[in-house]
C-alpha cells in the first residue's frame, strides 16, 4: 500500500522517548490558524516556492508544459537557477519506508527509542499507517493525532501502537469551529476510546492566548481526563511565534497573529491540572 509522506525526521528526540524516527503523514482535516506546517494539509504532493532569493527570472513559468493545472513534472524544479523550488510529498510503499526506517533498529532499540507517525494527520492515511506500523513489530510505536478520523480506524491504529499523543485544541465546540474549521465531536469521541483502550496516552495542547489559556476551558480540559488510567501527562505547547513562516512556500498567507499566554496564566494553568492530579509539562 502507498502513502503520501512529506517529511522523514531521523534521530528525533522530541516526539516520544530515545531516538527515533519521526514520519509526517501529508493531510489534515483541520485549518487551525495556528498551524506551522500548512504544507501537511494537502493530501497529495504539491509544488513548494521559496520567494526568499527569488529573481524573477521567469523560467519557472516560462518553461511550464502546464501553467494552468500543475502536473508535478518537475521541469520548474529543475530549473530554477537558484534551487528554490521543491515537491512536497512523496509516494511511498509501507514494505518500503518499513525497511528504511528499520535500517536505524539497533540506534533506536539502543537508546529506548522508537517511530513516531505524526503529520499532517495520521487519520487521513490510516490503512497505510495500520500496514505501516505492523511491519515494523520490535519497535516502540507511537502516533501523534488531532483525533479527527474515522472511529473504526482510531480503534485499529490503537491496537498497532504502545503510545499516543493526542491533541486538544480547545474543548468549546464553537470556538473550535472558528479556530480550526471543524467541530470537534468526533476529536471527543476518539478521546472517550482511547481513555478506555488502556494505551498509554499523553494530551498536547498548543498554549495560546486569547484561545484556550482561560480557566473555563482548562477546567473543562482537566475534567476530560479525570478517570484516564493510561493518561501519562498534559504538555503544554507554547504558541510558536515562526507558527507563520512556511505560508508563502505554498502560495498561502498567515491570518491572525498569536501570542504565547504569560507566566501568570502558565502557572494558573500549571494548578488547575494539578489539582486534578494530572502531571503537567510545560515546554
Known sequence: ???????????????????????????????????HNPEGWNPNPQIVKNPNGCLDCGKCSNLCPSPAHCILCKTCVFNCPRDLIR????????????????????????????VTVSGG????????????????????????TCGFGDTSKFNELLRCVD???YDIKVVSRDKH??????????????????????????IRIPFIRGVNDDAENLLAT?????GAQGLKRVELLPY????????????????????????????????????????????
Open 1 to 35: 500500500m502507498k502513502g503520501v509522506i512529506f517529511s522523514i525526521e531521523e534521530f528525533a528526540v522530541h516526539d516520544g522517548p530515545g531516538l527515533r524516527v519521526n514520519v509526517f503523514m501529508k493531510g489534515c482535516p483541520l485549518r487551525c490558524k495556528w498551524c
Open 87 to 114: 515537491i512536497s510529498g512523496e509516494e511511498w510503499e509501507a514494505k518500503d519506508l518499513a525497511r528504511r526506517i528499520l535500517k536505524q533498529e539497533h540506534i533506536m532499540e539502543k537508546s529506548g527509542g522508537g
Open 121 to 144: 494527520e495520521p487519520l487521513c492515511q490510516a490503512d497505510f499507517v495500520i500496514e505501516l506500523l505492523s511491519l515494523m513489530p520490535s519497535l516502540h510505536k507511537i502516533i501523534e
Open 163 to 165: 503510545s499516543v499523543y
Open 177 to 202: 469551529i472558528r479556530y480550526t474549521g471543524q467541530p470537534n465531536d468526533i476529536i471527543l469521541k476518539n478521546l472517550e476510546i482511547l481513555k478506555k483502550s488502556g494505551v498509554e496516552f499523553t
Open 222 to 226: 482537566a475534567r476530560l481526563l479525570i
Open 240 to 283: 510558536n511565534e515562526l507558527a507563520g513562516a512556511k505560508y508563502a512556500l505554498v502560495g498561502l498567507q498567515y491570518g491572525e497573529i498569536f501570542a504565547k499566554p504569560d507566566g501568570e496564566v502558565v502557572r494558573r494553568a500549571k494548578n488547575i491540572f494539578s489539582s486534578y492530579g494530572i502531571d503537567i509539562d510545560i515546554r
